[in-house]
T-cell receptor, first 114, second 114 residues
């Protein structure tokens, strides 16, 4: 299987608490992405990284921050979780920015904010 | 504004028949298109792709057709099998997009009935 793992797989947290999701890869790919999947919205990009310490915002970045201090790890932090952030979060990796490189997705983290 | 549109949220097809999933795009700079398949509780996986220099790409039971003038692509699955039941995402990438990630549609849920 592709070397990408997400942790935790499931999490329940309370409104207002900070939450960090981790994406770890063993492929040494430069590009990493965080998406959320919600019914009726498909896959929406939250943040992405094109190298260590190089990150940029996606279409739904409000309320989220990311960090990439080393190639293999890309962390997504919900600064103060809200019920609207209940979702399934997917991390993806890619060798290059162009679509031809393809994305490999992790298995997802199901986050419930109560 | 959605750049990649999958206007059918769901599709139901009988086993053995053809499944046709449609995708429209608005950005004329898109030059590479992909289809991803997603089963419940798993991450999306790459299915098939097509470059804008082609109008058809075939891989076993799966064929993607591209109509650039109409800004439309479709995925044909023949014959459909129960194991094809999943959510299918269309995605696109633009020429000279730099680090810009793939743009995904909202997905179409395919149900293949035995």
């Amino acid at each position: 299987d592709a070397g990408i793992t997400q942790s935790p797989r499931h999490k329940v947290t309370e409104t207002g608490t900070p939450v960090t999701l981790r994406c770890h890869q063993t492929e040494n790919h430069r590009y990493m992405y965080w998406y959320r999947q919600d019914p009726g919205h498909g896959l929406r990009l939250i943040h992405y990284s094109y190298g260590v310490k190089d990150t940029d915002k996606g279409e739904v970045s409000d309320g989220y921050s990311v960090s990439r201090s080393k190639t293999e790890d890309f962390l997504l932090t919900l600064e103060s979780a809200t019920s609207s952030q209940t979702s399934v979060y997917f991390c993806a990796i890619s060798e290059g920015p162009r679509a031809g490189y393809g994305y490999t997705f992790g298995s997802g983290t199901r986050l419930t904010v109560v | 504004d959605q750049q990649v549109k999958q206007n059918s949220p769901s599709l139901s097809v009988q086993e053995g028949r053809i499944s046709i999933l449609n995708c429209d795009y608005t950005n004329s700079m898109f030059d590479y298109f992909l289809w991803y398949k997603k089963y419940p509780a798993e991450g999306p996986t790459f299915l098939i792709s097509i470059s804008s220099i082609k109008d058809k790409n075939e891989d076993g039971r799966f064929t993607v057709f591209l109509n650039k003038s109409a800004k439309h692509l479709s995925l044909h699955i023949v014959p459909s099998q129960p194991g094809d039941s999943a959510v299918y995402f269309c995605a696109a990438s633009a020429i000279d997009s730099g680090n810009t990630p793939l743009v995904f549609g909202k997905g179409t849920r395919l149900s293949v009935i035995a």
